[in-house]
T-cell receptor, first 113, second 116 residues
Framework: GENVEQHPSTLSVQEGDSAVIKCTYS??????FPWYKQELGKRPQLIID?????GEKKDQRIAVTLNKTAKHFSLHITETQPEDSAVYFC????????????FGTGTKLQVIP | GAVVSQHPSWVICKSGTSVKIECRSL??????MFWYRQFPKQSLMLMAT?????????EQGVEKDKFLINHASLTLSTLTVTSAHPEDSSFYIC????????????FGPGTRLLVL
């Protein structure tokens, strides 16, 4: 089955700096990679996703890159703000036919004002 | 966006009792729903895939007789923790696949279970 590793487990940055979270996956058949943000005690919320036919995707201050050959993908947050503080999970799935999603172990991001 | 609800949001029960958690898709039909368990400061661990009209598919190490799943309609899946013990205390979250693409997961708000 799929195995997703995520690093770092915790990340502290100064407000305004950039944050990068990296994930690797094992199943070469995985073709959809979502990123979720989970605030304390709340549900995970999808913030950005990328499909295997795309190398990079950007949405305002958030971007995701994918290297299929190396089987790794990264989340980039620029100009971080205190409200970006949360736990971020990467995930991977084959998609199609109600395939299950495998989550990374999570990164706790703290943005220091 | 799509809305998924869970009920109850939190529950405290005595050891040995059973607890039922409901997961509903409010504005879409979901043939498939997923049940996760999350321990403090840890990731989401998939417990089982709930399939409408058929048996759930459990992940390795999850006791199907302990965690009963019923997906009786296209908008409702239930997870029953039978004979709950303190080690079952956790945060349980469901998600629903809106499009059937295996991609778009909408999560419920979660249920915090405390077994005394």
């Amino acid at each position: 089955g799929e195995n997703v590793e995520q690093h770092p487990s915790t990340l502290s940055v100064q407000e305004g700096d950039s944050a990068v979270i990296k994930c690797t996956y094992s199943d070469s058949a995985s073709n959809y990679f979502p990123w979720y943000k989970q605030e304390l005690g709340k549900r995970p919320q999808l913030i950005i996703d990328i499909r295997s036919n795309v190398g990079e995707k950007k949405d305002q201050r958030i971007a995701v890159t994918l290297n299929k050959t190396a089987k790794h993908f990264s989340l980039h947050i620029t100009e971080t703000q205190p409200e970006d503080s949360a736990v971020y999970f990467c995930a991977a799935t084959r998609g199609g036919g109600y395939q299950k999603v495998t989550f990374g172990t999570g990164t706790k991001l703290q943005v220091i004002p | 966006g799509a809305v998924v609800s869970q009920h109850p949001s939190w529950v405290i029960c005595k050891s040995g009792t059973s607890v039922k958690i409901e997961c509903r898709s409010l504005d879409f039909q979901a043939t498939t729903m997923f049940w996760y368990r999350q321990f403090p400061k840890q990731s989401l661990m998939l417990m089982a895939t709930s399939n409408e009209g058929s048996k759930a598919t459990y992940e390795q190490g999850v006791e199907k007789d302990k965690f009963l799943i019923n997906h009786a309609s296209l908008t409702l899946s239930t997870l029953t923790v039978t004979s709950a013990h303190p080690e079952d205390s956790s945060f349980y979250i469901c998600s629903a696949d809106r499009t059937g693409s295996g991609e778009t997961q909408y999560f419920g708000p979660g249920t915090r279970l405390l077994v005394l």
